[in-house]
């Protein structure tokens, strides 16, 4: 018999352990280690079969047991001690509180997804472990931030594998009332509802509230009696749904966060935030809700836009033009043509998203909605960022990609999440600190060789502790009152060489490049001296049926009965999962089609954990390898198509296992203490700790794009938007002259018949500026090796001057002379041109407008 409904009762405490309902219901718990170890002392069995979840601990602990520790004077004084702990946390200042003035007093983040902890499931991947990764290490570091998200009552979905290897879904529905979550409510005691007027009715919103250590995430949940039936399930599913669907979760997202972020600050009394943090496009019409605000305070659209831009942080996290949401153009038209947005008119929102004349007209591009709402963006590494560079140079037409204004902010993980416990225990105790990522690790007479191998060696056997029995309890989910095999018991081995491999599962990921030659891998797997196994997790989309095939075919091999004892598919990849797998392997895998991975930060979770990286030099690998921290898998760029390309990269990493990393696993001392490897393990917790942190993220994205953000966005909100008027004008007038701007004439002079370094070249520009004063401009002479169709490399760029001696330099409706030289400072081929480009000091880079004139 199954239940139709189900909710949680939550337990009544006694009054002496009130504190644990109040540290219960504050996230921190998740990466806190002795709050969980608060909780565990109450059941460890029961805190185990809730799966670490303290609402649900206190929901099914029996009241016998409360009244026990109700009456154990120590617990009581340990519970209240955690609780004031948790105060003093949310409330001394920390790094942000250091900052002075010109820090935002509130910024606003938003993101389809957040991975907090698996008892809150509301993610899929990479980008929701991220946005939870962002608000743990803001809260750490005192970061005013408050989130916005969804509420989707089935999450992302529960995977099962069947006995053929094929993925199943299901679709648990989540009761917020038994997950660590309250609703905002006004101060009459009634719910907030946000509310978004649609072309056939209204969607209604309730905003629920988690505490993230100090930072508020606000989700929206419309699966309320307010709402007909057909929108109850708008936020039903993560990723669900066709484009319709799609976009009304991502029109929630942007303009219902908007509001939502609002009404928590009315509430709250908390200041309104100065910056918009957008996690890829999804969020993207928050913009518009910001622009329509704007234009109810007197702004026209134009000048409020200003005012977005400068305010707004858009972060893109896909490195694939396929990987970018694209509406239908005539679905956006059709729900912009209502009373969505007071002030903004449909034809004002349909540019946002254009593609240029490379896309498609009948399409609304999401990412390049955000580029045209935030001046700041950037990629997720240094390599991303080149790669979305090139991607985007169509929006600023006329300059080169290295031009384009998106920057990079490497990812990071949260080190206190991710970090094992077993290690941190290490750090604390022969380093003197729990914190992993400032630990001295390369200390040797405080941490030995030993200390670090035995500590791995534990965290290998709990992996395998814990894959045997999730491989267990999958069979009996499918088996019921059956006995599982005997073999089992003896699945892995907590003495070989370990490699991991979990992720998403689209094809670009490569799950099956491993068995490109199954004899090899077998012979690998089964080698009597030198063994190897693979402990493996990964979901693949609901629609992606190719990406189920990679998952049937990899779990098809793992299950013949000469391996399946050194290779797994480990089934509901999740948080909890995770927390076991990076710190259990020895070597963690990853091998995409470079450079379609845009970080790629589970490497990063397993690094933080003394684990070594086999991977592809893509992401963040590219800019960390350092030939000491793992290995490189070479990329067959050149090959001639993709099969011979998996061919040649799968043989390397074949070689790499064989020849190099198993070797020097099994290689041991004395003390059968692999002291290479141990070396590698050192380094590598040495070195990337910190620069892998999400602090360290954090950090970069205050200093170098929160502070400036707010920045510019005061400077065009003081006066009454003086500056934001007088901006739009000035794009305006730009604009319209820009075509008959010209350079008319280039002279050059200076050098004898054969030039030598040293010499100066004197250049002398008559440019056209079609009315604009030269204040306006900047005529620049662009330098660098020339090559054959004098495309230029290693390009330098020079301001040249006006030149005042000429009569008429400022009048306007005249030609004007520009003059300047440069110093030839390297042999070889040389060649320029002078170019003409807007320039304000409220744009961050001249190629802002995408406006250039080049000399002909």
Known sequence: MKAIRRFTVRAVLPENLLALEEIAGNLRWSWHEPTKELFARISPDLWQQVRHDPIALLGAVDPERLAELAGDQGYVDWANHIRDDLHSYLSEPRWYQSLGEGAPRTIAYFSPEFGIAATLPQYSGGLGILAGDHLKAASDLGVPLVAAGLFYRSGYFSQAITPDGWQLETYPTLDPDGLPLSVLRNPDGTPVQISLALPDGVLHARVWQAAVGRVKLLLLDTDIPDNEERLRSVTDRLYGGGGEHRLLQELLLGIGG???????????????????????????????????????????????????????????????????????????????????????????????????????????????????????????????????????????????????????????????????????????????????????????????????????????????????????????????????????????????????????????????????????????????????????????????????????????????????????????YDIGMAQLLYPGTDVWLN???????????????????????????????????????????????????????????????????????????????????????????????????????????VREYVERLYVPAAGYENRLSENDYAEARALADWKARVTAAWPGVNVAHVDAGGLDAVPQVGDELHVRALVNLNGLSPDDVEVQVVYGRSHEGDDLTDVRRQALDVDSAVPGTHDASVAHEFVGTVRLAWAGSFGYTVRVVPVNDLLLTPAELGLVTVAS
């Open 591 to 697: 091998n995409p089609l470079r450079p379609l991975e845009a970080c790629g930060t589970s490497g990063m979770k397993a690094a933080l954990n003394g684990a070594l990286n086999l991977s592809i030099l893509d992401g963040w690998w590219n800019e960390f390898y350092d030939g000491e921290n793992g290995w490189a898998i070479p990329s067959a760029d050149a090959a001639g198509d993709g099969a011979e390309r998996d061919a040649l990269e799968a043989e390397a990493m074949y070689d790499l296992i064989e020849n190099q990393i198993a070797t020097r696993f099994y290689e041991r001392d004395g003390d059968d203490v692999p002291t290479a490897w141990v070396g590698r393990i050192r380094h590598t917790l040495a070195t990337l700790s910190s620069p892998l942190s999400a602090e360290r993220m």
């Open 258 to 572: 908007a509001r939502a972020v609002k009404a928590w600050t009315e509430l709250t009394g908390a200041p309104e935030a100065e910056v918009f943090h957008t996690n890829e496009g999804h969020a993207g019409f928050l913009g518009l809700e910001r622009i329509s605000d704007l234009i109810g305070e007197g702004l026209t659209f134009d000048q409020a836009l200003q005012v977005v831009r400068a305010g707004t942080v858009f972060t893109t996290h896909t490195p694939v033009p396929a990987g970018i949401d694209r509406f239908d153009r005539a679905l956006v038209q059709r729900y912009f043509s209502t009373t969505l947005l007071p002030g903004v008119s449909v034809d004002q929102v349909l540019p946002l998203g254009a593609e240029d004349s490379a896309g498609s007209p009948d399409v609304f591009n999401m990412a390049l909605m955000g580029l045209r709402l935030g001046q700041h963006a950037n990629g997720v590494s240094k390599l991303h960022g080149d790669v979305s560079r090139h991607m985007f140079n169509g929006l600023y037409p006329g300059f080169d990609p290295q031009e384009v204004p998106i920057d990079s902010v490497t990812n990071g993980v949260h080190a206190p999440t991710w970090t094992d416990p077993m290690l941190r225990a290490l750090a604390l105790e022969r380093l003197g600190t729990e914190d992993t990522t400032h630990a001295d690790w390369g200390n040797a007479s405080a941490v030995s060789d030993l200390d670090l191998w035995g500590v791995r060696n534990r965290m290998r056997e709990q992996l395998v502790q814990d894959a045997r029995r999730r491989v267990e309890s999958a069979w009996r989910d499918q088996n019921p009152g059956g006995i599982a095999p005997a073999w089992m018991n003896d699945l892995l081995d907590p003495n070989v060489l370990t490699i991991g491999f979990a992720r998403r599962v689209p094809t670009y990921k490569r799950l099956t490049l491993m068995l490109h030659d199954p004899d090899r891998l077998r012979r690998i797997l089964t080698d009597p001296k030198r063994p190897v196994q693979f402990v493996i997790a990964g979901k693949s989309h609901p629609a992606d049926d190719e990406g189920k095939r990679l998952i049937q075919k990899l779990v098809q091999f793992a299950s013949e009965a000469d391996i399946r004892q050194r290779m797994v598919f480990l089934p509901d």
